[in-house]
Every structure is written in C-alpha cells, then in structure tokens.
C-alpha cells in the first residue's frame, strides 16, 4: 500500500543519483538556466519499483563567495510547472543579495510540465470551463454539477495516466525535493514557496525537519493544504479584497460601472445574474466570477478587469483568459487536489454548504461550496494525509496579506498555530495574493529577504502597515 514507510529519513544519503547540467526544455530556457532530470521512485513504499522522471532547474550563484546553499523554489498550484520560476524570481524582483546567495532550484512536481506529465483527456471546453464548479443557486443545480463532476473524475480515472493517480500527492512531491536535495550533495535547503507552495513547504518541513534550513511560506493555505475547507475560504477571501476593487472602478468613472462603492458592487450582481440567463461570447455568470477573482490577486490587474465589466455589460465578447490551466496542468491539479485529502461524497452535504455559503459569501459562496470531482475520486490505497505540526527546529517564516482573496488570513493563521514555535508570522496591511519578492510592501519583503540572507527573524509574529501607492 503507498504510503507503508517511515515518515522521515527514507531518502538514502549515499544515494549516486546525481544531476547533469544542460539547456532547458523549449518554454523554460532563459539566461543562465540550467536543467536536469532525476529518477524517483513512483512509490516510496517501493523504492526500487517503477521510476518516473522529474525535471530539475538550477539558477546558480555567480558570487561563490556569497553563495550559502541552495533555495528550493515553488510557484503554486498545485499543477504549476516550476522550472522557470528560479529565473523569473531573479529578473522581476528578487533582490541580488539573495540571488547572490543561494543556486536557486526550481523543478516542475510530479503530473505537471516536464515531471511524468498526468491527464484527464480534457476537451477544450472543459478546460476553458476550469477548475472552479458552476455557481449553485439551488440544490437542483448541485445535483446537475455532480454530474458533470462525476464525468471529470472518470476520465481521469480513466487516462491512460491513471497509475499516478494514488502517488501524485504532495507528501510525494516533498520526497521527490528530498531526493533533489541528496542529489545536489546538500545537507539542507532553504525553501520558498507560495500559494499551494506553502502546503507543499510545511509538509517538506514535517517530514524532513533535520534537512531545513530557512523556510519561507508565502501566502499561506491552512494546515490541511488544499481540501474542501480550504476551497471554501476563498468565496470569504473574494469578498474581504472586493471593496477594494469596487474602490477603485468607483475612482474612475470612465468605466461607466458606477460612481461609488454601493453602485459598483450591484453592478457585480446584476453582470453575474445577466450572464447566468444569457452568456455573451461564451462567457456565463460562473465564468464572469471567476475571471473577477482572477482580477482581485493583484492591483495592476484591476484595469483589465474593469475593462472586462465594461465589455460584458455592453454585450460584446471579451477575449479568452489566458491558458493558465492547460490540460497538464488543470489536471495534475485534480490528481493532488483529490489524493491530499478525502472530500465529502454525499450530494446532500455540498446542498447544506451552498446555501450556508451563498448566504455568508453571495459573490462566489455558490460556486466554491459545490461540488467537484474530487467528490467521485477512487481512493484505493491512496496514503493518510501529513499532519503538520510543531516538532522540530524553529526555521519557519509565513509572510501574508490581510486581504487575500486566493489564501485568505484565516488559513494562514490556522497554519502558524499548528506549526507552533516553528515559525513567526508576518502580516501586512495589504491586499492582493503574494507577498514576496513582488508586493509593495517594503517591511514584510524585508523581513523576508533579512531572513533568508542573515537567518534573522522577528523575535515575535508582527503587522506591517499599509504602504500609500507610488
């Protein structure tokens, strides 16, 4: 069964796999980029059973004299490929003395890009639908979701990738970054990640606590990572960043969507329920919610989606969203989101959780309570999930945003308490998704980048203040 092992120390020291530099796949080349690939086990129950191949990626540092170890690097997701990640850290924001500092290693996961890719046999609409489920404004439209829910999970279930389907998790993801790590010949990394890089950062730090070094975790997912629970916050997140976009469209009434706050956000209601009756160019009242979230994770994107309000409310097509969940991904996604944790399967439950959440979080409560393919998972002998918790050495820093519309302040808090002593948190006044190296506030981008240059970290958790727009 996978996951009948010890859950630490089950990568072999002396092992001889090593890595052998060269370019980089076509969509992952850039300056100074290098790249390898490492066989790993399938299961490490069975360490010398079947193998599958991940790809690996180093920007190394040009300052031997400053380079202190390597820093582990991982974008999100989960399904995010990371082997450009080291070099787009490091040519929009990274400051030198950390780039200076460490080789950074990015590497796609295992399912996703270039790491023994996995696939739902997807069709183009169904990946132009995504990953969020329709909105649910009655229990008939839940029973009617589950049905397409229950088609996702089947074709998964049935790709011819479906092997993976047990082993593709985030505990065998974190031992794959251990395997990384004894094949590079490093005792110990420094880490950061973001988003669902937070979980997979947490679950590395539980299972190999002695090979940590710094571990920064940037916009955190509860301890749990990515469950139903989680899925859950982000309708309470979309609500807690609106008002500051329905701020912003309200500062700029060329938009034609309202002069103050009030108007903008009827406008969002009355968009949602005209596009629920009658799409325009494809785009419904689920698909104009999720493109809104989209919007809200950063500051600069607020334009673009208030242009995209203005488009729809005149009845004309916008252009189609960015393919951020290709086939690969969208489904590597699926495969770890519903491995990691056991979701509710009864359609009743997701019934209660919808008009709970269409009452507490009416922008996207509808939408994010309902039910997914995860709920008709095959389970059979899928591995216990990792609990994270607060045995081992204080290295830890969560930096986060109040308003986080994607991990919103509440997972992340429950994650610093199960993580305890290990780690200080900071907090900034701020809203968006991401902290670190590219938000605006220079205290918490700081406290990171003292933390993973000197080790020093604040002795207690700590806010900083909203920092005015320049």
């Known amino acids: 069964m996978a996951g009948a092992f010890a859950a630490t120390g089950d990568t072999p020291e002396d092992t001889t796999a090593s890595l052998k530099w060269g370019s980089c796949p076509k969509g992952a080349a850039a300056p100074r980029l290098e790249c390898a690939t490492l066989q790993v086990p399938l299961d490490y129950g069975k360490p010398d059973g079947r193998q599958i191949e991940i790809a690996v990626s ?16 991982n974008p999100g997701g989960p399904g995010a490929e990371g082997l450009i990640y080291p070099a787009a850290l490091a040519a929009l924001g990274m400051p030198k003395d950390v780039v200076d500092s460490y080789d950074l290693i990015g590497f796609d996961p295992r399912g996703a890009g270039h790491s023994s890719p996995v696939s739902c046999d997807l069709t183009p609409q169904q990946q132009e639908r995504g990953a969020f489920p329709a909105y649910a404004h009655a229990s008939a439209d839940v029973t009617r979701e589950a049905k397409y829910a229950r088609t996702i999970a089947q074709q998964c279930a049935g790709s011819d990738s479906a092997w993976m389907l047990p082993h593709t998790t985030t505990a065998n993801t974190a031992r794959d970054m251990d395997r990384i790590r004894a094949a590079l010949g490093e005792s110990k990394i420094s880490y950061l990640g973001a988003s669902y890089g937070t979980s997979l950062g947490a679950v590395y730090a539980t299972l190999f606590p002695p090979h940590g070094d710094r571990i920064v975790l940037d916009s955190s997912l509860g301890p749990r990572g990515y469950d139903v629970g989680a ?13 500051e976009f329905a701020a912003f469209v309200a500062g700029h009434p060329e938009y034609g969507l309202g002069t103050t706050p009030r108007q903008v956000t009827a406008k969002f ?34 334009p673009d989606v208030a242009k995209t309000w203005q488009s729809l409310d005149k009845g004309e097509p916008i252009p189609p969203a960015a393919p951020a969940n290709a086939a690969t991904s969208m489904a590597a996604r699926l495969y770890v989101i519903c491995a990691d944790t056991r979701w509710p399967t009864k359609i009743g439950e997701y019934q209660r959780d919808v008009a709970v959440d269409r009452l507490l979080y009416p922008k996207l409560g509808g939408s994010t309570a309902n039910v997914g393919p995860c709920a008709f998972w095959p389970h059979k002998d899928f591995e216990q999930p990792v609990k994270v918790g607060s045995r081992g050495p ?43 190296p590219f938000g605006r506030n220079t205290c918490a981008n700081n406290a990171v980048t003292i933390f993973l240059t000197t080790g020093g970290r604040p002795a207690h958790d700590k806010t900083c203040a909203t920092e005015p727009v320049t």
């Open 269 to 302: 209601f009355e968009l949602a329920k005209r596009l629920d009756e009658k799409p325009v160019g494809g785009v419904d009242g689920s698909m104009f919610r999720g493109r809104t979230l989209d919007g809200l994770y950063a500051d600069s994107l607020m």
């Open 231 to 243: 899925f859950r916050l982000v309708a309470g997140g979309m609500e807690e960043r609106f008002p």
């Open 394 to 436: 204080s290295n830890i820093l969560l930096v986060q945003n109040e308003r986080d519309p994607g991990t919103p302040l509440v997972g992340a808090k429950k994650l610093r308490w199960a993580l305890g002593q290990r780690a200080t948190m900071v907090t900034a006044d701020e809203g968006g998704h991401g902290v670190y």
């Open 58 to 73: 180093r920007l190394a540092s040009d300052k031997p004299e400053k380079r202190r170890g390597v820093l582990f690097t």
